[in-house]
């Protein structure tokens, strides 16, 4: 209702420049996406843009948001390695070499809390049970079991990635597969939490509070009331930058304000 005409089409047209972009090779190309992968990044990226539209233009694009929310859920999650991968090949079939043995926890707890979101909007409790499933198996593969936190990223059966998976880059600062990113463990304190109420998941609410103690610990700042960019393994804070180029308040800001809403409609 607060949007007229104008903005309407506007925000049309930059939904439908979105949509066409992420299936132009060139443009993956520039992203580093391999020519004979897909990502998961873009499908579950699109998947929300695709589930936001409603608001606007109801069904619309109802497609675009059934192919986005089935590839990220029973595509990118294969249940025969009962493995959320972050590349697949074009056929949706695992490729188990390079970028296709890795695991990104924090894109995979992203996207789950856009499936479940997705599942309240279309009344579909299937989408929310198979986001638990897909939960578990970032917590087998992604959790750090002794310090607690997720992982930057994994490999699917070593858990050491590849060497020249060891290390990438943040800004220019070098970050390690086992560090622990700000934006991740924000997405993780969501998911977890709104899986635990959704989804009747005691064990969610269990790591749910540990993660919460974890980034309460390392990762808040407490004189400024922001978070550190990066930590070690153990927690030992390694980048305590609170913005760059690729760090806003955007992932914690979301994921707090989306904690308190989905517990105040709890308690309701």
């Known amino acids: 209702e607060a949007f007229g005409s104008d903005e309407k089409e506007l925000a049309q047209q930059l939904t439908e420049a979105l949509f066409s972009h992420v299936q132009d090779p060139k443009i993956k190309e520039n992203e580093g996406i391999p020519a004979h992968l897909q990502k998961h990044a873009l499908c579950f990226m699109t998947l929300i843009v695709a589930m936001e539209s409603k608001a606007l233009f109801g069904k619309t694009y109802q497609s675009v948001l059934d192919d986005c929310l089935y590839k990220s859920l029973y595509v990118f999650a294969n249940d025969e390695l009962q493995a959320p ?13 390079g970028e296709g043995r890795l695991i990104d926890p924090g894109h995979t707890l992203e996207s789950l809390w856009f499936a479940m979101h997705t599942g309240q909007q279309e009344n579909n409790d299937a989408y929310k049970k198979r986001a638990k499933t897909i939960l578990n198996w970032v917590l087998r593969l992604g959790w750090d079991p002794v310090y607690g936190g997720f992982y930057q990223y994994v490999d699917v059966q070593k858990g050491v990635p590849e060497d020249r998976f060891l290390y990438n880059s943040y800004d220019g600062f070098p970050v390690a597969w086992d560090d622990k990113i700000w934006w991740v463990q924000a997405e993780g304190l969501y998911t977890l939490l709104l899986s635990s109420l959704l989804n009747g998941e005691e064990n969610h609410f269990s790591y749910f509070l540990r993660l919460h103690d974890f980034t309460q610990k390392f990762f ?42 989905v517990l105040e409609k709890a308690l309701e």
């Open 220 to 261: 808040m700042d407490k004189t400024v009331g922001e978070w550190n960019s990066i930590c070690q393994r153990n927690g030992t804070v390694k980048d305590g930058r609170k913005g760059f180029a690729l760090k806003g308040p955007y992932h914690v800001m979301r994921a707090y304000v989306q904690m308190v809403q």
């Open 85 to 97: 991968f972050e590349y697949v090949g074009k056929d949706g079939k695992p490729v188990l070499q």
